[in-house]
């Protein structure tokens, strides 16, 4: 079941470096190309 709008599966991360956002799910492990580092997910 797939419906637009349903974005409960997608959490915000927040480079600790650079204050650079991304949006993805919970089990991303993103490295901010600038600073290098892991970026830092807000549930
Ligand atoms: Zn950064």
Known sequence: MERT??????????CP???????GKPSLKLICGE?????AGEP
């Open 5 to 14: 709008g349903n974005r409960s599966n997608r959490i915000k991360y927040t």
């Open 17 to 23: 470096g650079c204050a650079a956002n991304a949006w």
């Open 35 to 39: 600073c290098h580092v892991q970026f």
